[in-house]
């Protein structure tokens, strides 16, 4: 049982990780992030609350969520992606390190091509994983449907530079 789970978070917590960096978490607290997420997901199925799991998707929400709930108590702010130098000690090898960098550039440039209106709407939805969309909409002054549209848009924007090749 605990094998499998050794498994999957060597299979998926590159991806965990990669998820918070790109949040601007610092690469010291994404990896202990990464690790309490995968953590509460353990004690999670213990008790028996999955009937499947969705991952990595599962561990990155739960990991951003803890991040959200972190930044709030610490007040910590947020790395540039430009600094790419801490990503260089947790990658191995170099292709690695060219490889995020790039990918890392395309998703900064993606979400910066964004209006300033739709940046801030994102950032508001991703910042607050526990907080209703609804709500979210209240408090930006739009009505959920703009605020689900904008989403649409910038996760298009995203998924569309993530897919580009180099």
Request: net charge positive; glycine share 4%; charged share 20%.
């Given at each position: 049982?605990?094998?499998d789970?050794?498994?999957?978070m ?9 998820a918070?960096?790109?949040r ?11 690790h309490?997420?995968?953590t ?8 028996g609350k999955?009937?499947g ?17 972190q930044?709030?108590?610490?007040r910590?702010t ?5 600094d790419?130098a801490?990503?260089a ?8 390190r060219?490889?995020?960098?790039q ?8 979400t910066a091509?964004l209006?300033?209106?739709a940046q801030?709407?994102?950032h508001?939805?991703?910042d607050?994983?526990?907080v ?5 909409a209240?408090?930006?002054?739009i009505s959920?449907q703009r ?20």
């Amino acid at each position: 049982m605990q094998g499998d789970w050794q498994g999957l978070m060597a299979q998926h917590n590159h991806s965990v990780v990669l998820a918070l960096l790109a949040r601007g978490v610092p690469l010291n607290q994404a990896k202990e992030l990464a690790h309490d997420a995968w953590t509460r997901l353990f004690e999670a199925h213990l008790a028996g609350k999955f009937s499947g799991l969705a991952l990595p998707g599962l561990a990155i929400r739960q990991a951003l969520f803890l991040a959200a709930t972190q930044r709030k108590a610490r007040r910590w702010t947020a790395v540039p992606v430009e600094d790419a130098a801490q990503l260089a000690d947790y990658h191995a090898t170099p292709d690695t390190r060219v490889e995020l960098r790039q990918l890392l550039a395309r998703t900064q440039t993606a979400t910066a091509e964004l209006s300033a209106r739709a940046q801030n709407i994102f950032h508001t939805v991703l910042d607050n994983p526990d907080v209703p969309q609804v709500q979210l909409a209240q408090r930006l002054g739009i009505s959920l449907q703009r605020l689900r549209q904008t989403l649409c848009e910038a996760r298009t924007r995203l998924r569309g530079a993530l897919e580009e090749t180099p």
